[in-house]
């Protein structure tokens, strides 16, 4: 079953290409959606896909790239926006 999950993550996941790889990540599961910085520091993650991939995408975002240091990620289920890629918002 596909879901829409609203992705909070915290930490140093900003200025660590936090976003790009997780576009990269995104687009190896298959998962649409956005990733953007936050003025707060934190990254924002909109992700659509089957539930396992998101469950793979989510345990990534825990890791995030070699120079992130992730401390939390919070998750949400929200209505689906049916994306057609993974991007990232400026």
């Known amino acids: 079953m596909i879901k829409h999950l609203n992705i909070?993550?915290?930490?140093?996941?900003?200025?660590?290409?936090?976003?790009?790889?997780?576009?990269?990540?995104?687009?190896?599961?298959?998962?649409?959606?956005?990733?953007r910085n936050e003025k707060d520091g934190?990254?924002?993650i909109e992700?659509?896909?089957?539930?396992?991939?998101?469950?793979?995408?989510?345990s990534w975002?825990?890791?995030g790239?070699?120079?992130?240091?992730?401390e939390r990620v919070a998750t949400e289920e929200t209505p689906?926006?049916?994306y057609t890629k993974f991007t990232i918002d400026r």
């Open 65 to 70: 790239p070699a120079r992130a240091s992730v």
């Open 42 to 44: 934190t990254v924002y």
């Open 47 to 58: 992700a659509e896909g089957e539930e396992d991939d998101l469950r793979e995408f989510i």
């Open 8 to 35: 909070y993550v915290y930490g140093r996941v900003q200025g660590v290409f936090y976003r790009a790889s997780a576009m990269e990540a995104a687009d190896k599961l298959g998962i649409k959606g956005f990733a």
């Open 80 to 82: 689906m926006k049916n």
């Open 61 to 63: 975002c825990y890791k």
